[in-house]
């Protein structure tokens, strides 16, 4: 087989066995890996509470890891969300997959509950079990200092361990990676860390077709602003989109009460980049070097924990935002569930947080003193209990991204159907309705995003199941990555053929959301985007979403994707696509 | 839908792209609409559900494109023998974003379907093109006219070739008066008169904008540019104000990007992918106003090179080691955007102290002095003389 190592390593933590499945080629071919093969073996265990022993914690490569095609190094961590209860998944960069893939297995599947807590070391076919009760508690730029000699790692910080509901996974250090309380879903498996390290190389069916497709990809790379452009993200990392969400007055301040926060150029990137000079980092084998390194073990944040440590905190000091993102880093927080939630927080105290205070609450969520007890487990269930849900900004529980959703009715629709609550990448609308990729679509209009939005969402899905970074997408599309694919694998493949993985596993998550109760009721988004304006100006204006459009526009989504008026998978749907609704 | 289905097939009209009556066009949301109805919507509804798009568009070209692009279907199916076929122009949009264009024998669903799955063209001999989208129409509409483009400069690019090695056959003949005579009738508007632009300097962000939209209309005006593509910009009080990526050349409101050239700002993050080719060629030329086109005989004579043993034969586009011109307009090798080969690196310094440069198989830029009228002028003067001798070339 090429492309993939056709073994799965699969670990018991309740006794520390493990073995290797070598499925059928049947099995790849149907999946190809990642997103859609870790929803595959999530699937018969998909309704057992997050914290089940039984619940596996899946993290698969795809095929085109570990290959030359470019930015094809992420790895899907896949399990039940604890945050939302709804299938919980991130896409990891860095060099861990690769290095999974290289050890010799396209993915790893841990279950069980160890008896105390530990860490899986991966070295080539060599597995070990370790003790890491002498880790837990630590810091992660110490736990670092620990497990850098095994290689690169993902581990839980000290969040997880207090069972912060929105905790992160750390990768190699302090940086932050994954949403949905991943982190806290590995601590209730007594799993600190996963560090892995392997030699082996991945064999490509055609390497002289693959290098051609490479150099289709980087030519349109190249060729596209928003990523090698002057403003682009390969010099201002995706700080870059602060700018552009400020201009079209859709960056979210104040809890999402503003769409326009008038201090933007005290914290803007281009403000951190020329302070901090910093040196750019990338993933492996990406040209992007999306990421920005200040030198002291520290990185400018992203657009993301940039604009909710800021404007939606009405924060103007880059220093408090540094510190904020340094805090969820090295306790291992999700910093944009975090930010939302200190924004529910101020505004049900009706007033703005100071910049030491934004500080001390996010440790005291991450250690579990005062407030920081009710804080950490989310927005949702902080306004909840304090009678005041109307100021939670989250869909499924989970706290909505800083693309403000009355300035762009695709990211609206988009947060509504994300299968794992508020998420501006399931769909990536951004890429048309802002940064006018592959064509502009307009930005205030419901008009076609139905199919657009599914269309999308599979795309999406099947960037997530190749594993390539979704930033690649701005520039190239399914048509050059399915050439990829075909000189990694031997196999001939096109770009609609890989939009139907990305659809059948889009569609494989409804089931599973299905089956744990969520309907239509949850595919909508707080009631303050559809009766409060945003903030208009420079000749736009930012009205309220349209109610009535926005339940047409979803139920348009519902027939496009072939699910029942009520969002719920049907069984000629799920026939469709070569899967069983009920097992 | 219906609107933005009825503007681009209107838009196709407008650029000489189809005839009112050609084109089929079906766009669907939660339902499936077309522009009009047809023998033919039923097959192409069941391409629609073999695919995963949201738009179809179905036309035969008008003239001279027709022509041109049956008789590039024809022999490709010729040389392709029993297997796939393709054509394969070498101009920059197509290596780029098309990479090749498919053709298939004749209107069959699957196989249709079976192209459109890993292409974003294909076409039918004797029938037409058909293209897709899958966030707006507007993709169906810049891969069809992108088609055209492409196929026109192969042809020329060709039969320029075979002249000079003595091999036309009669049907390229044929196809050439046939272009030739169509041409006539498009590639000079206006009898030939320049357009009254505004002139310059423009000392208010207003006046930028509005010279900036009237300079883009005129350029599609003129069919110096292939779809939409291209680019426009102005420097005002160290500010680029340039046209937004992807945007139509000829309805720039609401689509240009003030970029500050202080470093302040990453506002511009959606300007066009030449932002820094436009923004070297005015700090090196001294002039405010870039314009930026892809006149057809400007990029069918930059691919014209008799260095048949030159070693670096085959990758033109990138590494020409020659220093070209075309009279007094130089023609460099270079990528879109700002790459290892990217044009922003290698145009700027060959423009220093010329009107105009040329990229190989891309396009044309030049530059005025204070407005776009001397922009336009050399983009228009350029483009008639690189037509003019064309035609010297090939005997006419």
Known sequence: MYGWTGAILHVDLRDGTHWVEHPDAELYRTWIGGKALAACYLAPSATLPWNDPAMPIIWMTGPLTATPSPSSGHVTVMTRSPLTGTVGDATLGGEWGTQLKRAGYDGLIVRGRAHHPCGIVIQDGEIEIQDARGLVGLRTSDLAAHLKPLGPFVAVGPAATRGVRFASLVMDGPVTVGRNGLGLALSAHNLQFVSVRGTGIVSVADPAGLEKASEDIQRLVAATPALLGEYGIGRYGSGAFYDLMVSRRMLPTANFRKTYFAEWRKVNACTGIQRFKPESVGCAGCSLLCQKAIGDGRFLPGFEPLAQFTALLENDDLDICLEACEICAEMGMDPLSAAGTLATYAESQGRRLEGEEILDLLYQISVGHGVGVDLARGSLSYSEQHEVPQFSMTVKGQEIPPYDPRGACGMALSYATSTRGACHLRAFPISHEILRKPVATDRFSFEGKARIIKIAEDACAAADSLTICKFLMLGCSLEECARSFTAVTGLETTAQDLLRVGERASYLERILNARNGFTAKDDTLPARFFEESGSSGNQIEVPPLDREVFRQSLANYYRVRGLDADGQPTLQGAAALGLDLHS | ?396
């Open chain 2, 1 to 396: 839908m219906r609107d933005l289905i009825e503007k681009y097939v209107s838009k196709m009209v407008r650029a000489g792209l189809a005839s009112a009556d050609a084109p089929l066009f079906g766009g669907v949301d939660a339902d499936l609409v077309w522009n009009r109805s047809d023998a033919r919507c039923a097959d192409l509804e069941a391409v629609i559900q073999g695919l995963s798009v949201n738009s179809l568009l179905f036309c035969r070209p008008a003239e001279p494109y027709a022509s041109i692009v049956e008789f590039l279907a024809r022999q490709a199916l010729d040389e392709a023998g029993d297997g796939p076929a393709a054509i394969q122009p070498q101009d920059c949009e197509t290596r780029t974003f098309l990479h090749d264009l498919p053709v298939i024998r004749e209107f069959s669903v699957p196989d249709i379907i079976q192209n459109l799955k890993r292409r974003k063209t294909v076409i039918i001999p004797g029938e037409g093109i058909v293209t897709w989208g899958t966030v707006s129409p507007e993709q169906a509409y810049i891969f069809f006219s992108s088609a055209c483009f492409a196929c026109f400069v192969k042809f020329f690019t060709q039969y320029l070739k075979d002249y000079r090695e003595a091999c036309l056959v009669p049907e390229q003949l044929v196809v050439f008066e046939k272009a030739m005579g169509a041409l006539n009738s498009v590639v000079q508007p206006r009898g030939g008169a320049l357009p009254d632009l505004m002139t310059g300097p423009f000392e208010n962000e207003e006046a930028v904008y509005a010279a900036i939209t009237q300079a883009g209309r005129a350029t599609v005006d003129y069919q110096l540019v292939d779809s939409f593509f291209g680019n426009v910009s102005y420097l005002y009080n160290n500010t680029l104000y340039i046209s937004q990526t992807t945007s139509s050349l000829e309805e720039l409101e609401g689509c240009i990007d003030p970029c500050p050239l202080d470093g302040s700002s990453c506002a511009a993050l959606t300007a066009s992918s030449e932002f820094t080719a436009h923004r070297e060629i005015l700090r090196r030329t001294g002039k405010r106003a870039v314009l930026h086109g892809h006149p057809k005989f400007t990029v069918i004579l930059s691919m014209d090179c008799d260095r048949l043993d030159c070693p670096m034969r085959g990758q033109c586009m990138v590494r020409c080691p020659e220093k070209r011109f075309i009279g007094d307009i130089p023609i460099v090798p270079g990528e879109v955007g700002t790459g290892p080969w990217g044009l922003a690196n290698t145009l700027p310094p060959a423009m220093e102290g010329r009107r105009g440069g040329i990229v190989y198989g891309h396009g044309l830029f030049t530059v005025g002095q204070e407005d776009f009228r001397e922009a336009f002028a050399n983009l228009f003067e350029i483009e008639t003389s690189c037509q003019a001798m064309y035609l010297k070339l090939v005997g006419c």
